[in-house]
């Protein structure tokens, strides 16, 4: 099966989705999919009573999950920040050569970019709670208009993975910053209205967690997406239990998907294509794959059900 050679393949080399000396460890323990931020613009009446809002836009991010095969994922998230060109709207043009560069003084080099905090709710949060469209609010928080440029997030130390109810190991960051910019284009944003915008984040845990030396490590891989622009692929796996994972993949990309109550799973961010998906079968069950699955350029496809055998 050219996947799994494929899979294999990934396992044993330096840049893959997750390093491990047991090739079936990223199946049995660690198919990382992907946590969602959803960030939502929306700019206040500026003459609300009690509250200065002119020239401010509120910002509330939410975080959303599809799921691990971990028992648990830990991220100690400290503080989120958004680099904003005051000076330009958010219909005008990205200038991707320039306006992601630390230097970067804004459009027509006004000095017009800077960096607002976000006031958040810092802390833990375990990513296997939040999945299927399940979110958490993040933050909320009154900050410049403008057009978004990139999003900071800062980590801290209190990371760790599960592999069971009760084996925990700490999630090292990869790098001497525990600071990760995610550059954010026009596209990615999702206009509501002239005042109002949502972006979402896919925090992909597989290509973030690495497996390296007897430890687990962190290096965030995060992507924008617009999620009501961007189709999706769902369907469901019988009997409940019966699948381990879900792969959805092509020649350039793969994707995972962790069945959920009633065998439900989902993908989110996907880009338009052939695909195959491949169920790896737990607990006696046998491995399916089914191809030519078409995803088109938005909306939802659905996979027929598919039942899996002992």
Known sequence: ????????????TKNIRMKTNNKWLLAATG???????????????????????????????YMMDDPVAFTKVLIDIKQVAVRIDTAAKHGDADDTTHQWKDDY???????????????????????????????????????????ILQVRITLGTNNAVYTDSVTSYPLNIIGPSNSFNLNVRREDVSVISNSQFKLWFDFNLSRSIFFINNKYWLRPTLTPFND???????????PQGASGFVAVFNQSDTLY??????GYYQVRGINAGIYSVYFK????????????????SSG??????ITLHQ
């Open 1 to 12: 099966m050219k996947f799994m050679q494929r899979f294999i393949h990934q396992q044993n």
């Open 257 to 262: 998907a962790l069945p959920w109550i009633g």
């Open 300 to 305: 939802i496809t659905t996979v027929p059900t």
């Open 105 to 147: 003084k804004g459009c027509h080099n006004s000095n017009s970019a800077i960096w607002d905090t976000l006031a958040i709710t810092p802390g833990i949060y375990d990513l296997l709670k939040l999945r299927n469209g399940t979110d958490t609010l993040l933050a909320s928080s009154l900050v410049a208009s403008g057009k």
């Open 281 to 296: 079968g737990w607990h006696g069950y046998k491995d399916t794959t089914i191809t030519n699955i078409t995803v088109g």
């Open 228 to 238: 009501m622009t961007k189709p999706k692929l769902e369907g469901r796996v019988l």
């Open 31 to 61: 198919i990382a999919m992907g946590c969602i931020f959803f960030l939502a613009c929306k700019k206040e009446n500026s003459g609300s009573a009690g509250t200065d809002t002119a020239g401010k836009s509120q910002l509330s991010i």
